[in-house]
């Protein structure tokens, strides 16, 4: 697979560091309009092929798929430049800035046949995927409550300054990831109820979301976000999860401590995830997934079958960002279809 990149920005460096560490995968083209940007990438992973405009990269061809890593409003326009030209698309979340531009960018993709996958990597970090086997795998029989948190004070505004400027903050950029493991393990939602509140009053955005979701199946699962919470020890970028079900419970802790708890009775297991060797704490556990998900994705188009965390799946999850933001303004529950 070669693989062109557009977006060399901060989290994109960990795209090119995975793609590094696949076997049957290689960049072969970057493209950003910043040129400091384009050369600090493309110096450090030895990338000579470069661009400063995404209609140069498709004219000079070359590679079967593209990766973005660039912003929202750039989204639409790269998905349908990729479709035009016949290339599989990976990019980055938010998909996209409004369902009606979502559903015409899948729409456009499967017109091609070729595949487009959501780079949703939150359910790819081990200890959440141990979570997810673990349920799908009947552990604790059938969930009928859980609870998936992620609550922290990590300043994320040193690395991604632009995530202090928009009017939607932490559903949009976080809170998404965590509804996708929400949707990963209890299935779709028919309702979602929200709140939200801004803590710091040096962004625009919501930085606390509460939701509570009733899955199709019966599972009433609450997700809760937060980066205005103070705690020792930080747990930045931990996801916490709690599950009840008709035959057990389940809980990921702090530390990546995993406990189930059935008739058999209760033992703990230690998923503390790897440090990659170009990683670092406590980036680690999503540096490690940004690496299962890529590989899923080659694997996926290796083998012809449609990802995971696919275009038409995730428009799944973000409607229940739409749901929430709709149910925080409106102060009512609101269905995902009503988006």
């Not at 899948?106 to 970090?125: C, I, S």
């Not at 949009?172 to 309702?191: K, S, T």
């Not at 979602?192 to 979301?209: L, Q, Y």
């Not at 058999?264 to 997934?289: C, F, K, M, T, Y």
Request: net charge negative; aromatic share 8%; glycine share 8%.
């Amino acid at each position: 697979m070669k693989v062109a990149l557009v977006g060399c920005g901060f989290f994109a460096l960990n795209h090119l560091h995975a793609w590094r560490d696949i076997d049957g995968a290689e960049v072969v083209a970057l493209c950003d309009l910043d040129p400091a940007r384009l050369a600090l990438a493309g110096d450090r992973f030895g990338i000579d092929r470069r661009h400063d405009a995404p209609e140069a990269l498709f004219a000079a061809g070359g590679f079967d798929t593209v990766d973005i890593a660039t912003t929202v409003p750039s989204h639409r326009p790269l998905v349908e430049l990729a479709a035009r030209n016949g290339v599989h698309v990976i990019c980055q979340k938010p998909f996209a800035a409004s369902m009606a531009d979502a559903r015409a960018m899948v729409d456009t993709v499967a017109t091609t046949g070729k595949t487009l996958m959501v780079h949703e990597n939150f359910r790819w970090q081990s200890a959440v995927r141990r979570v997810i086997d673990e349920v799908r795998g009947g552990t604790i029989g059938a969930p009928f409550f859980g609870r998936v948190s992620f609550r922290s004070g990590y300043d994320v505004f040193s690395g991604q300054p632009y995530l202090a400027e928009g009017a939607r903050f932490i559903i949009e950029d976080l809170g998404i990831h965590i509804l996708d493991i929400a949707r990963a393990l209890f299935g779709d939602v028919v309702q979602v109820s929200a709140t939200t509140r801004r803590i710091n009053p040096n962004i625009r955005g919501e930085d606390v979301a509460t939701m509570m979701l009733a899955h199709a199946g019966g599972v009433t699962s609450i997700v809760d976000c937060s980066y205005a919470t103070r705690r020792v020890p930080e747990t930045f970028p931990e996801t916490l999860i709690e599950i009840d079900g008709d035959a057990g419970t389940l809980r990921l802790d702090a530390g990546y401590r995993l406990t189930i708890q059935t008739a058999a009775g209760s033992r703990g297991i230690d998923l503390s995830p790897p440090v990659l060797p170009w990683g670092s704490r406590p980036w680690h556990n999503i540096q490690e997934s940004v690496v299962a998900i890529q590989r899923h994705f080659v694997d996926s188009v290796a083998a012809g079958t449609e990802p995971e965390t696919s275009g038409a799946d995730n428009l799944k999850t973000l409607a229940l960002v739409e749901a929430a933001y709709l149910s925080a303004a409106e102060g009512r529950t609101v269905r995902p279809s009503e988006v």
